[in-house]
């Protein structure tokens, strides 16, 4: 599945991308352990941007507007609010390693967050990678109902919009499924990989 990163305090935000671009990811075994791995599936999620699936009742739900969808204003909050347990999700994968790194890639244009806002209050968001033409997502959170599934409703309408290829999600749940998520063999996603890193890096926020 991968192996430890060693000696964590080398890890820069440019080997972040490299391993990205070449199919790996990191994580910790928990919010608490200060050490990180690679982890590179034999089987990895996506969602085909173009067989994208809205349950109905979410489309209802996104056409009424009730979020105010907002794009890297709070990444910073964004992350450290995946990284929180709740009672649905006692543990969490997101370290204060990966927070750092993750933060250092924001301010370099590499990572984003897709944030739903009622008034004032950060009610849901996720948070991901962009690299060539394709999409890394890392984790989402949901303090109102649907909150960030609205999210992806909107990151995907996104990356369709700036000629993304490729939306990964590293693994696949029920909860993705309903969206269209599929299990694709590592060499399957490879190639899908090698097409997304020949494109120049799109832009997935406006300057």
């Known amino acids: ?16 991308l490299r391993a990205y671009a070449a199919g ?3 994580m910790a075994e928990s919010a ?10 034999k089987v ?5 941007l173009e067989t994208f699936h809205v349950p109905r009742s979410l489309a209802k739900k996104v056409r009424r507007k009730i979020f105010d969808i907002r794009i890297n204003t709070a990444f910073a909050r964004v992350i450290e ?26 301010r370099m244009g590499y990572t984003h967050s897709v944030e739903a806002w009622q008034g004032d209050e950060l009610v849901g968001g996720l948070y991901g990678v962009s690299l060539g033409s394709a999409f890394f997502g890392e984790s989402m959170f949901s303090r109102q109902t649907d909150a960030s599934k609205v999210c992806l409703v ?18 696949t749940t029920d909860h993705l499924k309903n969206f269209g998520a599929i299990d694709v063999p590592r060499k399957e996603y490879e190639k ?16």
Do not use: K
């Not at 899908?192 to 300057?207: G, K």
């Open 24 to 26: 790996m990811f990191p």
């Open 1 to 16: 599945m991968g192996g430890h990163l060693g000696d964590r305090h080398v890890i820069t935000p440019e080997i972040l």
């Open 154 to 171: 909107h990151l995907v309408e996104r990356l369709r919009s700036r000629g993304f290829t490729l939306l990964d999600t590293q693994f």
């Open 44 to 48: 990895r999620g996506i969602i085909p």
């Open 81 to 106: 609010a995946c990284a929180q347990a709740t009672e649905d999700r006692p543990t969490t994968w997101i370290n204060p390693l990966i927070l750092t790194l993750y933060q250092e890639l924001h």
């Open 192 to 207: 899908l990989l090698d097409a997304a890193m020949q494109s120049d890096d799109l832009e997935f926020a406006d300057r």
């Open 32 to 41: 608490d352990d200060p050490d990180v791995f690679w982890v590179q599936p």
